[in-house]
């Protein structure tokens, strides 16, 4: 089947955000597509919006990139005028602005992460439409379908980082593991009272699940190296 | 003397008036003509020194190739080009538009242009107009902060990468780069792995074809290998090629009409209407 590179960009996506003792944690994986197409297979979906506020995007990858340029750029502004950092409330607000007052012509879901003095860390999920709430954590993208029950079960209140961002990437990984439109790396954000953190989860870094097989080196490889290759086990 | 209604002016953008009726002309079965289309290969990669753009030369209206031997790699300033797929129309247009953009600009600053101006300037033209302004882009080149390649889509969307590729023969050239490129490639080894890039392209994709265009982007300088590689030369069946000499063809009757002066230009008071 011919993939349909004339089709637009979409990021398939899973997104998370998660709150913790002290801060947020924000994921996502690294896929972009084009149709049937991986276009990116390492794309940034976490973009910055101001030093304290970050977002992760999906959805149309040009309406969710413009829409953080303008809000960027209007933050920008709202912080020089405050004299002060802007806080995550009004960074999420003008995400949902822009989301739902153009939301015959946007197609994309959000959530908005931060950390300020006021009230520690938050998150914010804006889906397609423009509502905006603010929740303890949030799933989005095509695979945060397969998350739901997860989170159901392994969310708890009062985490410590490691253990939220542990958490955020065994989810990450057991989406790509189910969704075709998710794959790649695993990056996350971190974000908290000392500043931001990011990491990055390499694909073969992540854990192995249900009936996914180790990688095998490829033919060429074992014959260019000289041993007579294996007999495939059953 | 007073206006009943203020007069707009005139809204910029594309104008969708005659869309309807080219819908009802398709309905009754007038064929559209189609657009020329750069089927294409274009590639781009980051190697130690700078940018290496790359892209074939064939423009393709349909199935018939148009041109054999068109230019896809465009001028956007000194130390940035841009390799254009889609509607050949609309990648010429929009490369042409926003070159000029940063001329003006660079008037107005007095500083060599950024890749991530051009990056923006074609960004927000292509979202604004939704998708219809099909060019797909590789833009690449080195200023003050250093060499960058991006990708720009129809839609407006862009991506930063070390390496890549888009147009029909993408997925060709793709295969290329994902097994061949590595981190700080020289020189000599970047125009090898770009040429081999277009190369797959040219012959396994069949809107791609002709000739390598490569263009070499460094700190300061710039290379633009027109026609680096030749690997579809034309194969007459004599080695000398053909001759047609008078009496080749057959002249069955002559007619010579001389063509007689019959415009005069007034002098004088011709501009002073």
Not at chain 2, 239 to 249: N, V
Request: some cysteine; aromatic content about 8%; charged content about 20%.
């Amino acid at each position: 089947m011919d993939p349909d590179l004339s089709a637009p960009h979409s990021m398939g996506t899973t997104i998370i955000g998660v709150t913790y003792d002290g801060g947020v944690v924000l994921g996502a994986d690294s896929r972009t597509s084009t149709g049937m197409y991986v276009a990116n297979r390492a794309s940034d979906k976490i973009t910055q919006l101001t030093d304290n506020v970050y977002v992760c995007r999906s959805g149309s990858a040009a309406d969710s990139q413009i829409l953080s340029d303008y809000v960027r750029y209007f933050l920008n502004q709202h912080t020089i005028q405050l004299g002060q950092p802007a806080t995550v409330k009004v960074a999420a607000n003008l995400v949902r602005l822009f989301s739902y007052q153009n939301k015959n012509m946007l197609q994309t879901g959000l959530i908005i992460g931060g950390w300020d003095k006021y009230e520690g860390g938050q998150i914010y999920s804006v889906p397609l439409g423009g509502t905006v709430l603010k929740q303890p954590f949030t799933i989005g993208g095509s695979g945060s379908s397969y998350l739901y029950g997860f989170f159901d079960q392994a969310w708890k209140d009062g985490m410590s980082k490691d253990e939220a961002e542990k958490l955020v990437v065994k989810a990450v990984s057991l989406a790509i593991a189910r969704d075709g439109a998710s794959g790649g790396v695993v990056r996350t954000v971190t974000i908290n009272a000392e500043g931001v953190t990011r990491n990055f989860y390499s694909g073969n870094s992540l854990p192995l699940w249900h009936e996914e097989l180790e990688p095998r080196n490829s033919m060429l490889d074992i014959l260019l190296s000289g041993a007579s290759p294996e007999p495939m086990s059953i | 003397m007073e206006k009943a209604r203020v007069d707009l002016p005139p809204k910029g953008g594309f104008s969708f008036d005659l869309c309807r009726r080219n819908e009802m002309l398709t309905k009754k079965g007038l064929q559209l003509p189609g657009f020329r289309k750069t089927g294409t290969t274009i590639v781009g990669l980051i190697f130690e020194d700078g940018v290496i753009l790359g892209a074939d030369t064939r423009a393709t209206e349909g199935p018939i190739v148009a041109d054999k031997n068109c230019e896809k790699i465009h001028y956007m300033a000194p130390n940035i080009y841009c390799c254009g797929a889609g509607t050949a129309a609309d990648t010429e247009a929009v490369t042409d538009m926003v070159s000029s953009q940063l001329q003006l600009h660079r008037y107005a600053t007095r500083r060599e242009s950024r890749v991530i101006t051009a990056l923006t300037l074609l960004k927000s033209h292509l979202f604004s107009y939704q998708g219809h302004v099909s060019a797909a882009l590789v833009l690449g080149g080195v200023d003050i902060t250093g060499p960058h390649l991006h990708t720009v889509y129809p839609h407006g969307s862009t991506d930063t990468l070390p390496f890549a590729t888009m147009g029909s023969g993408s997925l060709a050239a793709m295969a290329v780069f994902e097994s061949k490129y590595k981190e700080g490639l020289t020189r000599e080894d970047g125009i090898q792995l770009v040429g081999e890039a277009i190369c797959s392209g040219i012959f396994n994709d069949l809107g791609s074809g002709s000739n390598v265009d490569v263009c070499v982007i460094t700190k300061g300088k710039t290379d633009y290998l027109r026609n680096h590689q030749l690997p579809n030369p034309r194969t007459y069946i004599s080695s000398r090629g053909y001759s047609f000499d008078r009496g080749h063809t057959e002249v069955l009757s002559t007619k010579i009409t001389p063509l007689k002066l019959k415009a005069e230009v007034v002098e004088n008071d011709a501009m002073e209407e």
